[in-house]
């Protein structure tokens, strides 16, 4: 039986830093350990230091934002130029560049906080009523462009931010599922459901930030995804308020009804309508979490088995392997960088959670293949580092920059029979664009039956222009990918960044039945514009040029 409950947490929000990634009092200077290994590789540059950048005026008259006051109440319209700053763009480094750059092009005239489902829906409304673009907001962790919509042919552009929406609206614990609204965090979100025993069990590296709106917007993957399954695999319901109306899809755990229109908005960024609940599986909190190391003497030999650990159907928990090249300088382990013990090999990274039996008998069955298959056991030391440091490397990311080093990372994923072309392919084209000189590390952490995730981090001595620099690094490393045959992203969502290359993926038709979706649920073109949907073809082929590749019409 389905139990309703109200739980909401205060309207309180720790912000990140314009410029930077996270807590601001957590970011600091390049660590020790790793200044040595950047100074030799790069060498060091203090970049100056960073100022707040001026906010464009607000372009949004009075009568406009009258009308969406009267959405969301008088309170709940700001255009201070600090909540504007706060809502321009995610924390991909092309964002921050800009950022630093004193670019703020993309500030939102204003920021709209509803308190619910029908207060979006009013907003929508009069979105719709004076063209104003509306860019949902969550956590503000996007790093594929998707909070950077194109304001051409706009009276205005908003962010729509879900801040106050932080409710856990029901649970059914016979079910094992719940209801929570999009505005949540994933500390948040895990801390109400602890309070009831349960654990939803996603944990992306953007977890301290990113929201549960978010995580269905992007069809975000966590790293336990081995044991808990990407977050679109979580969702059992969604409830969206689009320009149309409103869609409440999901009423039972499977369903031979049609295709699953959960589907359709799972992914959809904001561009068909807005996720106002999220209905999804949850589990009893574990009572043992065991996480531990092993050495490979390849990345291909630890790539081949976690493939026969997939396919036996043993996978634990959470599951990571870094290549020769990451595993070198110590990635895994962020507190760590630059560790001269490092030795050579692969770390693969193992995870355990659930009830002690369960975990100890998973443990011994993963243990007796990996040893079969060649592996060398390191201990807990090596996994429980990692589990300690495992959300810090965008700070890592931001002290780099702040010494003239350009870092960024990007995924993608393929079957197992292309691994090794698509891994080579994607390193050849970084190198080849950035130079001998970049490093080029890999890891693969989410693994399926099939195939599997490859997740690339490149750091390189920044140029003049280290935008320019990075949007053609980014430009050849997603070419290198369709030439494989692989997707341009796993678990980073198109946004406008990959936008260039979907009907690559999808084909013209695909894009198209993407297009017509857009025009039914969003006929005024008000949700996110330029973001996901590819251009139509007419309006691709006349498209100028850009050195920037999100900058298109639809």
Same mark, same amino acid.
């Given at each position: ?184 965090? +994933?500390?948040? %979100?895990?801390?109400? !459901? #602890?309070?009831? &025993? @349960? ?6 590296? *953007?977890? $301290? ?92 030999? +630890?790539?081949? %088995?976690?493939?026969? !650990? #997939?396919?036996? &159907? @043993? ?6 392997? *870094?290549? $020769? ?95 090794? %072309? ?7 084209? @970084? ?124």
């Amino acid at each position: 039986m389905s139990q309703t409950t109200s739980p909401s947490l205060p309207f309180v929000q720790s912000e990140m830093h314009p410029s930077r990634w996270g807590d601001p009092a957590l970011a600091g200077p390049l660590p020790d350990s790793a200044r040595g290994l950047v100074e030799l590789a790069f060498g060091l540059e203090d970049t100056p230091g960073l100022a707040e950048p001026a906010v464009p005026e607000s372009g949004l008259s009075d009568d406009l934002l009258a009308a969406l006051r009267g959405a969301v109440g008088d309170g709940y319209v700001l255009t201070d130029d600090q909540t504007r700053r706060l809502r321009t763009r995610g924390k991909s480094t092309p964002d921050l560049l800009r950022m630093r750059a004193g670019d703020l092009s993309d500030a939102p005239d204003a920021v709209v906080r509803p308190a619910g489902h029908d207060e979006i829906a009013a907003v929508l409304a009069a979105a719709v009523e004076h063209r104003i673009a509306v860019v949902p907001f969550g956590g503000g962790t996007a790093v594929t462009g998707g909070l950077a919509a194109r304001r051409e042919g706009y009276a205005g552009l908003v962010s729509l931010d879900l801040v106050r929406m932080k409710g856990l609206l029901a649970v059914d614990e016979v079910s094992m599922t719940a209801t929570l609204e999009p505005g949540l965090r +994933g500390p948040e %979100a895990e801390a109400l !459901l #602890a309070e009831r &025993g @349960l654990t939803l069990g996603h944990y992306p590296q *953007s977890f $301290e930030y990113a929201t549960i709106g978010g995580f269905a917007a992007t069809r975000s993957s966590g790293q336990s995804s081995a044991g808990y399954g990407r977050f679109d695999a979580l969702v059992v319901g969604l409830r969206v308020a689009t320009p149309r109306g409103e869609l409440r899809l999901g009423s039972a755990p499977a369903t031979a009804a049609g295709p699953d229109l959960r589907q359709l908005i799972l992914g959809s960024e904001g561009a068909f309508g807005v996720i106002t609940a999220v209905t999804v599986r949850v589990r009893r909190m574990p009572a043992a979490k065991v996480y531990e190391g092993w050495r490979w003497p390849s990345f291909a030999a +630890g790539a081949d %088995a976690m493939r026969t !650990l #997939a396919q036996a &159907g @043993l996978l634990p928990t959470v599951i990571r392997l *870094s290549d $020769e090249n990451e595993t070198a300088i110590n990635l895994a382990r962020p507190d760590d960088i630059g560790d001269e013990d490092a030795a050579a090999g692969c770390l693969m990274i193992t995870g355990y959670e659930g009830e002690p039996g369960a975990v100890a008998a998973k443990k011994d069955a993963v243990t007796a293949v990996l040893e079969g298959l060649g592996g060398t056991p390191l201990g807990s030391e090596a996994g429980e580092a990692w589990a300690h440091g495992r959300f810090g490397a965008p700070y890592l990311r931001d002290a780099m920059l702040d010494v003239g080093v350009l870092v960024e990372t990007m995924e993608t994923a393929t079957f197992w029979s292309n691994r090794e %072309a698509l891994y080579t392919g994607v390193k050849d084209a @970084l190198t080849a664009e950035l130079g001998d000189g970049a490093i080029v590390l890999c890891h693969i952490s989410h693994v399926y039956e099939t195939g599997c995730s490859l997740y690339f981090t490149v750091a390189a001595k920044g140029a003049d222009d280290p935008l320019a620099q990075w949007l053609r690094a980014k430009a050849a490393a997603s070419d290198a990918m369709m030439a494989a045959g692989a997707t341009i992203t796993h678990h980073h969502a198109v946004g406008t960044d990959h936008r260039p290359w979907l009907t690559q993926e999808i084909g013209e038709l695909g894009a198209s039945v993407l297009r017509a979706v857009k025009a039914d649920l969003d006929p005024t073109g008000i949700l996110n514009p330029g973001v996901l949907i590819p251009d139509a073809p007419q309006l691709a082929s006349s498209r100028p040029d850009s050195s920037r590749p999100d900058v298109a019409d639809v």
